[in-house]
């Protein structure tokens, strides 16, 4: 299997080094192409036998799967580049969030899906979310998540959860380190306790408790229910927090799903002048 990458910026790197370090993919079976040359030619120059191409259209030439890993107002032109070059047989991967399916199957003669990594994937760890065109057969299907097998649990979802199922799985580990870490500077501040000890602790904690609710088949709720004894310490934390965190969740998910629709429109822009459905 030949493999090419569009984009070599954070998600793009760290897909190709997770591949490589997991064993799914030597560095020979890889393109990589970027905006700016330079950064694809660093990368290579790290994996004997990575190929860096000067053009998009040169990176996925001849790869079974391309996955294109740009922003999204960058599309409309690293789709162009592939038009005249993409064969009908090779599966084309968006994996940023706002561009839809429809978009990649109105310009491009070949087999469409999107994936929606996280940095979990990194440690070979978490979901990799997928969504498939019309296009796309079970073997290829199987091929892509066989792939991706090797860094993530694949999981399919259906296109309209794109947003909600981004916020839990590629955007959570950022929220949840955010309120790790707002639970790291409270503790030193109010104990004196060294940081990298708070944090080595907190880690730790943290590592437990998605094992708790993974592989020991817990809820958060009987996590929770297990750890706080009624009119005990925990018990009264877990009601402040309850109290002042009411809320707070629901206007985080309005705020990305706000900004999601944002980018649809702008990419449905790009693509064919107008807006796709309110989408």
Same mark, same amino acid.
């Given at each position: 299997?030949?493999?090419?990458?569009?984009?070599?910026?954070?998600?793009?790197?760290?897909?190709?080094?997770?591949?490589?370090?997991?064993?799914?993919?030597?560095?020979?079976?890889?393109?990589?192409?970027?905006?700016? /040359?330079?950064?694809?030619?660093?990368?290579?120059?790290?994996?004997?036998?990575?190929?860096?191409?000067?053009?998009? #259209?040169? #990176?996925?030439?001849?790869?079974?799967?391309? /996955?294109?890993?740009?922003?999204?107002?960058? /599309?409309?032109?690293?789709?162009?580049?592939?038009?005249?070059?993409?064969?009908?047989?090779? &599966?084309?991967?968006?994996?940023?969030?706002?561009?839809?399916?429809?978009?990649?199957?109105?310009?491009?003669?070949?087999?469409?899906?999107?994936?929606?990594?996280?940095?979990?994937?990194?440690?070979?760890?978490?979901?990799?979310?997928?969504?498939?065109?019309?296009?796309?057969?079970?073997?290829?299907?199987?091929?892509?998540?066989?792939?991706?097998?090797?860094?993530?649990?694949?999981?399919?979802?259906?296109?309209?959860?794109?947003?909600?199922?981004?916020? &839990?799985?590629?955007?959570?580990?950022?929220?949840?380190?955010?309120?790790?870490?707002?639970?790291?500077?409270?503790?030193?501040?109010?104990?004196?306790?060294?940081?990298?000890?708070?944090?080595?602790?907190?880690?730790?904690?943290?590592?437990?408790?998605?094992?708790?609710?993974?592989?020991?088949?817990?809820?958060?709720?009987?996590?929770?229910?297990?750890? #706080?004894?009624?009119?005990? &310490?925990?018990?009264?934390?877990?009601?402040?927090?309850?109290?002042?965190?009411?809320?707070?969740?629901?206007?985080?998910?309005?705020?990305?799903?706000?900004? /999601?629709?944002?980018?649809?429109?702008?990419?449905?822009?790009?693509?064919?002048?107008?807006?796709?459905?309110?989408?």
């Amino acid at each position: 299997m030949n493999v090419g990458f569009i984009g070599t910026g954070t998600m793009g790197s760290l897909l190709i080094e997770a591949l490589i370090a997991s064993g799914a993919l030597s560095p020979k079976q890889i393109a990589v192409s970027n905006r700016t /040359f330079a950064k694809a030619q660093a990368l290579a120059n790290r994996y004997s036998g990575m190929r860096a191409e000067y053009t998009n #259209a040169a #990176a996925a030439y001849g790869s079974d799967i391309v /996955f294109l890993c740009v922003k999204p107002l960058e /599309f409309k032109k690293v789709v162009d580049d592939l038009k005249a070059t993409i064969r009908p047989n090779q &599966i084309v991967v968006s994996i940023t969030s706002p561009v839809l399916i429809s978009h990649l199957e109105g310009e491009l003669d070949c087999k469409v899906a999107k994936v929606i990594p996280s940095i979990t994937n990194y440690v070979w760890s978490g979901a990799s979310l997928c969504i498939y065109g019309e296009t796309i057969d079970d073997n290829d299907m199987a091929q892509l998540e066989d792939l991706l097998s090797h860094i993530s649990q694949p999981l399919r979802i259906d296109e309209n959860y794109t947003r909600i199922v981004s916020d &839990i799985s590629s955007c959570g580990p950022a929220f949840m380190s955010f309120l790790l870490e707002q639970f790291v500077d409270a503790a030193v501040e109010e104990t004196g306790i060294s940081r990298d000890e708070a944090l080595r602790v907190a880690s730790a904690m943290l590592l437990g408790t998605g094992l708790l609710l993974t592989e020991g088949g817990l809820t958060p709720a009987e996590v929770q229910e297990r750890v #706080a004894v009624p009119g005990g &310490i925990t018990a009264q934390a877990l009601n402040l927090l309850r109290r002042e965190t009411e809320g707070v969740f629901n206007q985080l998910i309005r705020t990305t799903h706000a900004k /999601f629709d944002e980018d649809v429109v702008k990419v449905s822009t790009a693509f064919i002048g107008e807006e796709v459905n309110g989408q």
